[in-house]
């Protein structure tokens, strides 16, 4: 039986139109259309294509570029591969950047808002889940699960419910603001750096497989460089008042570390340093982990 799931309406018709040049010839283009609730996925048939143009290597950052002003239904940017950036002023919900494979995607309320951004929902329950690839970046608060089952994105938020980086085996995830409970668990790869401004994020954390641990310089540099790069894509409050007192608000973040990943890159760090080749790094690796 034939079934139509409506997909010659879908607003990635319009993308995939307007993102010939792209596509065909990786010729920059820039669009700007505004969205729905009722539009979910965006981005996924318009990624499908570029990845059968160009197949894994996608399009070099920005040759997609995408400005959506409104709301956005579920699976926002859902799969999308590197070269196209989608910024979405407006809201979102569940599901943002699934499966990121390599895009960028910049969520942040309309430059007419009135509301302190930090203090509102930006987007809904299970950002970035099994994402690959790619960046998030999130003025504003999400919900539940954020980040669960990342293997390799980064992702920036100002705020997060409960199971944060739950599954989490790679990426980084830097939160700037208050994170619910069970955070970290299962989380068995990736970095997580939390904003722990009243001192009790410890009591948040299932501690079954990561660590609290204070920063090393590397952090402290990695964090404000991507702090710096959030407050340009978003024009975030928050990341202008850190980056003003940077001093003083580095030392509130703490780093959620795997254990046993800890081990294994420390492991790779030994061979690394003793000239060993790939097969004896890989032994050496799996001696310790």
Same mark, same amino acid.
């Given at each position: 039986? !034939?079934?139509?799931?409506?997909? +010659? +309406?879908?607003?990635?018709?319009?993308?995939?139109?307007?993102?010939?040049?792209?596509?065909?010839?990786?010729?920059?283009?820039?669009?700007?259309?505004?969205?729905?609730?009722? !539009?979910?996925?965006?981005? *996924?048939?318009?990624?499908?294509?570029?990845?059968?143009?160009?197949?894994?290597?996608?399009?070099?950052?920005?040759?997609?570029?995408?400005?959506?002003?409104?709301?956005?239904?579920?699976?926002?940017?859902?799969?999308?591969?590197?070269?196209?950036?989608?910024?979405?002023?407006?809201?979102?919900?569940? =599901?943002?950047?699934?499966?990121?494979?390599?895009?960028?995607?910049?969520?942040?309320?309309?430059?007419?808002?009135?509301?302190?951004?930090? *203090?509102?929902?930006?987007?809904?329950?299970?950002?970035? =889940?099994?994402?690959?690839?790619?960046?998030?970046?999130?003025?504003?608060?999400?919900?539940?699960?954020?980040?669960?089952?990342?293997? %390799?994105?980064?992702?920036?938020?100002?705020?997060?419910?409960?199971?944060?980086?739950? =599954?989490?085996?790679?990426?980084?995830?830097?939160?700037?603001?208050?994170?619910?409970?069970?955070? %970290?668990?299962?989380?068995?790869?990736?970095?997580?750096?939390? =904003?722990? +401004?009243?001192?009790?994020?410890?009591?948040?954390?299932?501690?079954?497989?990561?660590?609290?641990? +204070?920063?090393?310089?590397?952090?402290?540099?990695?964090?404000?460089? *991507?702090?710096?790069?959030?407050?340009?894509?978003?024009?975030?409050?928050?990341?202008?008042?850190?980056?003003?007192?940077?001093?003083?608000?580095?030392?509130?973040?703490?780093?959620?570390?795997?254990?046993?990943?800890?081990?294994?890159?420390?492991?790779?760090?030994?061979?690394?340093?003793?000239?060993?080749?790939?097969?004896?790094?890989?032994?050496?690796?799996?001696?310790? %982990?």
């Amino acid at each position: 039986v !034939n079934q139509d799931h409506g997909l +010659q +309406q879908a607003l990635d018709q319009e993308l995939i139109r307007l993102s010939q040049p792209a596509i065909n010839d990786a010729e920059r283009v820039v669009i700007e259309l505004p969205i729905r609730n009722v !539009n979910r996925t965006v981005g *996924t048939l318009l990624g499908h294509e570029v990845t059968k143009r160009w197949k894994g290597e996608g399009l070099p950052e920005d040759t997609i570029n995408i400005h959506f002003k409104g709301s956005a239904g579920q699976s926002f940017g859902a799969f999308v591969p590197r070269g196209i950036t989608m910024r979405l002023e407006g809201d979102a919900n569940d =599901y943002l950047g699934k499966g990121l494979s390599g895009g960028r995607l910049i969520v942040h309320p309309d430059e007419r808002s009135l509301f302190v951004a930090e *203090t509102q929902i930006i987007a809904g329950n299970v950002i970035g =889940y099994g994402a690959t690839s790619g960046e998030i970046f999130l003025r504003g608060s999400v919900g539940e699960r954020f980040c669960v089952r990342n293997s %390799g994105a980064l992702a920036v938020v100002e705020g997060i419910g409960d199971h944060g980086c739950e =599954y989490m085996t790679g990426g980084r995830v830097i939160v700037l603001g208050d994170t619910g409970r069970n955070f %970290g668990a299962g989380m068995s790869g990736g970095i997580a750096y939390v =904003y722990d +401004q009243r001192d009790d994020f410890d009591r948040r954390v299932n501690y079954e497989m990561v660590a609290v641990e +204070q920063l090393g310089e590397e952090d402290r540099e990695f964090l404000r460089a *991507t702090i710096q790069r959030h407050y340009e894509f978003t024009d975030s409050a928050v990341a202008k008042r850190m980056l003003g007192a940077w001093s003083v608000e580095v030392s509130r973040f703490r780093k959620v570390m795997p254990v046993d990943f800890k081990r294994v890159l420390n492991a790779m760090k030994d061979a690394a340093n003793e000239g060993l080749d790939e097969a004896a790094t890989l032994q050496r690796v799996m001696a310790n %982990g």
